[in-house]
């Protein structure tokens, strides 16, 4: 018997979509390929091998790396507080988990760079005890933080709050302290949601721009990310050289999804396995 659908049928649907997908998605990162590979091999490597670009690269990575890992330990503790905890204000602690997927990333960099500049609440105490932070990479590591927080939070905190907590009160009937029963019962429930914030922070901080090119100072080889030597290539009108450093950037974001794919197939699997 037929089953009556909301949308049109397999292939008009197909269509649809893969009309707007390409519209949107695949022509243009064809068109910026297309303007990479037109410098030639010889060209196109030497303009993606330079020690600069080398450089940012190494910044950009690193610092995307390190930040995911901070939100890795902080989101989980996040999520852990707002699901495990009852406390006034939750409400309002729980919307600003969101606030930086809301806020503009370049007003997050001047807030940033206000907090933790010479002159700022936080960088004028911290740079008398010798850490600089604004204008340095660990500035560039704290916006790359701030935006990957949410991808963590939300994606940790539903998963922990359906873990049951009869699981929690039998492994301590059983003779668990609480971190044996953290480790064994309910760290392996969450290491499928918590590699998955990792991975899409991760993805999210290596393309970011707007909430670190105030806080970065901008330095060649020391503070300069990818994405503001695309920029900085851009004003030169080097559509060429920015293009190609593009398709590098465009490569490893492709591999990250595949790998975010991948864990979130593994999550998946390991949910319906259980």
Do not use: C
């Not at 450089?55 to 950009?60: D, G, K, Q, V």
């Not at 997050?108 to 002159?119: E, H, P, V």
């Not at 970065?216 to 293009?243: F, H, V, W």
């Amino acid at each position: 018997m037929s089953r009556n659908r909301v949308i049109p049928g397999f292939g008009l649907s197909l269509g649809y979509a893969t009309l707007y997908t390409s519209l949107i998605v695949f022509i243009p990162l064809a068109a910026l390929a297309a303007e990479g590979i037109s410098l030639g091999g010889e060209r196109f490597w030497a303009v993606v091998s330079h020690p600069q670009a080398v450089a940012s690269y190494t910044l950009s990575f690193g610092a995307a790396l390190t930040a995911a890992l901070i939100n890795l330990v902080f989101g989980l503790l996040v999520a852990w507080v707002l699901v495990r905890y009852s406390f006034p204000g939750k409400r309002i602690a729980d919307a600003l988990v969101d606030l930086p997927f809301a806020l503009p990333t370049a007003v997050a960099g001047i807030a940033l760079t206000a907090l933790y500049g010479r002159n700022g609440w936080f960088g004028g105490p911290l740079e008398a005890l010798g850490l600089k932070i604004a204008y340095a990479p660990a500035g560039i590591v704290v916006a790359l933080t701030f935006i990957g927080l949410p991808f963590v939070v939300r994606t940790v905190q539903p998963v922990l709050a359906g873990l049951e907590r009869e699981l929690e009160e039998a492994a301590a009937s059983l003779g668990a302290d609480r971190w044996q029963t953290f480790r064994r019962v309910l760290l392996p429930a969450l290491v499928p949601a918590l590699l998955t914030g990792f991975a899409l922070a991760f993805a999210r901080a290596v393309g970011e721009y707007g909430s670190v090119v105030f806080i970065s100072g901008n330095m060649p080889y020391r503070t300069e990310i990818t994405p503001l030597l695309i920029y900085s290539k851009l004003e030169q009108y080097d559509y060429a050289g920015a293009s190609a450093l593009g398709v590098m950037m465009l490569l490893f974001s492709f591999l990250l999804l595949l790998a975010i794919n991948a864990l979130q197939y593994w999550s998946l699997r390991r949910q319906g396995g259980g």
